[in-house]
């Protein structure tokens, strides 16, 4: 009976086809998974499946390598474990995770759009003090046949403990890093 109750926590959110007809509404379906599957690192395999109605094939794809090397270097640090090779939020420039949509202003040219992100966090700054953090990531998109999908990712957070670039170079980074032999 639990496994039945936690099941739907991880089963692909339905998309109707027309949430994926413009990239600013695609972009919306984006942060409505991002909200259900608080994700952390680079989802695993099981966790793969909630992004596929929102993220393009290409993108899944990196997500997928990206996975397998982080087991790899899981494999290779066996006997010394060492920290992922990514940690943190894959989806937003918030390492701790937690970022709110606050909307999306897209430029279109033919099959792709880039896509401007609001975004903030509510926590606590140096005095402990409640605020509210504020930035803008840009969300690459490309045209399918299904719709509007996510392609990529570009954190545009001015912090210092934040992912650098885009998504699919960390993805990269880490199945290059994961394949070295020290």
């Avoid at 259900?36 to 990196?62: E, F, T």
Wanted: aromatic share 10%; net charge neutral; hydrophobic share 40%.
């Amino acid at each position: 009976m639990l496994i039945l109750a936690v099941m739907p926590m991880f089963a692909a959110p339905a998309m109707a086809a027309e949430t994926l007809t413009t990239p600013e509404a695609a972009a919306k379906a984006f942060y409505q998974v991002y909200a259900r599957a608080h994700a952390m690192d680079i989802p695993d395999k099981k966790h793969q499946s909630v992004w596929k109605p929102v993220l393009s094939d290409n993108l899944l794809g990196l997500i997928a390598l990206g996975n397998e090397g982080e087991k790899r270097w899981a494999d290779k640090n066996k006997k010394e474990p060492s920290p992922p090779l990514f940690e943190g939020d894959l989806f937003s420039s918030m390492v701790e995770g937690g970022a709110k949509f606050d909307g999306a202003v897209c430029e279109t040219k033919g099959e792709a759009s880039v896509c401007m992100i609001a975004l903030h966090v509510i926590g606590k700054n140096k005095e402990g003090k409640r605020e509210t953090f504020r930035w803008h990531d840009k969300l690459y998109l490309v045209h399918t046949a299904a719709g509007w999908r996510v392609d990529d990712l570009e954190y545009g957070g001015t912090w210092e403990f934040k992912p650098k670039g885009k998504m699919s170079d960390q993805l990269k980074y880490v199945d290059q890093e994961s394949r070295k032999n020290y």
